[in-house]
DNA sequence: GGTGTTAGTGAACGTGTGTACACATCCTAG
DNA sequence: CTAGGATGTGTACACACGTTCACTAACACC
């Protein structure tokens, strides 16, 4: 295979250890911050000196990589989103488990990939209202498209293949905030307390099937043009 | 009426110019905190002295109303419910607005009451996630108890009358995280830009009239006996 | 193999913070 | 009128913070 020198080349060169030292300390610094919002704290009231302490690295060492704490804050934004699109995409690919009952399945990825990485998931409810106004607008975009992507796995029903637009995005965004609303009690009940968290499971899919008993009885605007 | 001295009167003697000094400065101390969170900040990153600087008071005096910052968050939480009870109680009693349209009635409320007490709002949307776990959870018990409210006068209905009360439960969570959800929108959007606002409002009651088309298709578990 | 860029170090600064303490002021009760 | 508790003041200290600067170490490239 004598393939010209890819960018996947080019990114190797750089690499000594799987990643450059630079991408290391960087990654570091996102855990680091992570892990001290697992405790009671907000990103807000984080200090650069604890991330960096907690990092294993001195303080002025962080402007090498961001010139402000709220740059970090926006890298673990994306990273915390790009993390949900995997989620979506190995769906889309796998296809939901307990293939019988579609709500059950997707509460069941869901709860999952939130166990899988419960510090970006608490990372973004804490900061969605939280101090950093760039932040919230970034979240809120970011779960504005989540439900625009939601929207367009939901078109494989017919019956919603037939709705405006309007109608459709109200349905995603009913269904984004009662996800969003199970995220955020699954992290906020006691840690590995399986019992609560089955009870947690069992109302949100019963909350689902309601929601989708509104869909027949429902009258669009218009029908969409075919 | 030589009635004995009450209780109001034992108050009114503390009182020299309608409150007491403690009380003013006390209610300082509050109105200075949710001023600063009005700016990009969370409570959490709050500091003492930023507090008693914007009410107008020496750093030490603060001590004289409160241990910590976490006890004048406990307040603020208390205090900001309290009014959304009274929220609750004039409707009760007056009745709602527009009485043609139950669920534009309801939001029109609403909206109306997140202007009036905007920064209680704003300091219970930033809190319900934020740094502290003891205001997370008073605000979360809270919300709690404000659907069991909403849950007694969701009984006038006599279709819900009849269901089992976890079904009345999940409807009125349903409604209360919608409710929640408008509020924060409000919040979030461009401060007195009707058009933005009125869409938002727009939309909520599309999505509150959704909800309640599953109502009459729910097949709650058991009747409530008579 | 030397050279220049990139990443991490260490000391130092001015500023803000929480809290302790002794003191001044207000207001009420006797 | 005055004694005493409640409330607010001013000073002081030890510490954590963000940011600066000159420095060393690591690594990529010719």
């Known amino acids: 295979m004598p393939a010209p020198d890819s960018i996947t080349d ?3 060169q750089i690499q000594s250890g799987r990643e450059s030292r630079g991408q290391r ?6 855990e680091a911050a992570l892990r001290l919002l697992g405790h009671d704290k907000s990103f ?7 991330v960096t302490r907690e990092a294993g690295i001195v303080p002025t060492a962080f402007y090498r990589h961001y010139q402000t704490m709220e740059e970090l804050g926006q890298d673990l934004v994306a990273d915390s989103f790009r993390t949900l699109r995997q989620m979506i995409r190995s769906v889309r690919t796998d296809g939901l488990p307990s ?3 579609m709500i059950q399945g997707t509460v069941q990825v869901l709860v999952q990939h939130i166990h899988a990485n419960r510090l970006h998931f608490q990372f973004i409810a804490r900061e969605r209202f939280g ?11 970011e779960i504005h498209a989540f439900g625009q992507d939601l929207a367009t796995d939901l078109a494989q029903f017919p019956i919603l293949n037939r709705w405006d637009p309007e109608s459709v995005q109200m349905l995603t965004t009913l269904m984004v905030n009662t996800m969003v609303s199970i995220a955020e009690q699954i992290l906020e009940a006691p840690a590995n307390d399986a019992a609560a968290e089955a009870e947690i499971v069992r109302r949100a899919e019963r909350q689902m099937v309601f929601i989708s008993l509104a869909v027949p009885a429902w009258k669009p605007k218009a029908a969409k043009p075919a």
Chains 1, 2 share one sequence.
């Open 10 to 12: 080019k990114l190797d």
């Open 25 to 30: 300390t960087r990654l570091g610094l996102q």
């Open 44 to 50: 807000s009231s984080l200090s650069l000196r604890e």
């Open 99 to 101: 293939s019988g009952n």
């Open 131 to 141: 101090g950093y106004s760039s932040l919230r607008a970034s979240i809120r975009d």
